[in-house]
């Protein structure tokens, strides 16, 4: 158990919905990032938050977006859905802003 | 931007025999690299990490190899066991930059 804490673990909704996926890092961790995993891409860097602040965006695109709380749990809010949005995705977390990240065990979100 | 990539999408190896898995990168900037080891419906999990001022580094029956000059990098379990059966993850940072990672090797250890 990395500490990390996905919710929810699968999640299957139809094109055009809105979804929030929720992470909570490791005690202690103060940044957060999320990563897509899907077959043919492997593991696409989308955001990080530092303490509550954005530090680096990736391949993230407009239809999503990300916060992190005063209590440093994180969410991703994915919005007008496509088929191709379907993919396991990922929470990590770490102590500092670079360094060993720690992954949660992910939210495969289907969307019919 | 920097792009890291395996040179092998599978591998396939006997139960004892030693295996390895190879990486590559492109940013010559990058100065810490790290290998995951990702099971079936888990995480990826942390392996091993080497940082740029060093050539090689050994954990627990793993071993990473980093060639900057060629911008190479591999790991190499000894005496491959089942339970190493899994898909693994080359990652590679920047500075302060996230760290991006390889599309993974699929390792099936045959007993």
């Known amino acids: 158990d990395s500490g990390v804490t996905q919710t929810p673990k699968h999640l299957i909704t139809a094109t055009g919905q809105r979804v929030t996926l929720r992470c909570s890092p490791r005690?202690?961790?103060?940044?957060v990032y999320w990563y897509q995993q899907s077959l043919d891409q492997g593991l696409q860097f989308l955001i990080q938050?530092?303490?509550?602040?954005?530090?680096a965006k990736g391949n993230i695109l407009e239809r999503f977006s990300a916060q992190q709380f005063p209590d440093l749990h994180s969410e991703l809010n994915l919005s007008s859905l496509e088929l191709g949005d379907s993919a396991l995705y990922f929470c990590a977390s770490s102590v500092v802003e670079r360094g060993e990240l720690f992954f949660g065990s992910g939210t495969q979100l289907s969307v019919l | 931007g920097e792009s890291v990539g395996l040179h092998l999408p599978t591998l396939s190896v006997q139960e004892g025999d030693n295996s390895i898995i190879n990486c590559a990168y492109s940013n010559s900037a990058s100065d810490y690299f790290i290998w995951y080891k990702q099971e079936s419906g888990k995480g990826p999990q942390f392996i091993i990490d080497?940082?740029?001022?060093?050539d090689k580094r050994q954990g627990q029956r793993v071993t990473v190899l980093l060639n900057k000059t060629v911008k190479h990098l591999s790991l190499q379990i000894a005496a491959t066991q089942p339970g190493d059966s899994a898909v693994y993850f080359c990652?590679?940072?920047?500075?302060?930059?996230?760290?991006?990672f390889g599309k993974g090797t699929r390792l099936s250890v045959i007993a």
């Open positions: 005690s202690g961790d103060l940044s």
């Open positions: 938050y530092y303490n509550g602040e954005e530090r």
């Open positions: 080497i940082r740029s001022n060093m």
């Open positions: 990652a590679a940072g920047a500075g302060n930059t996230p760290l991006v």
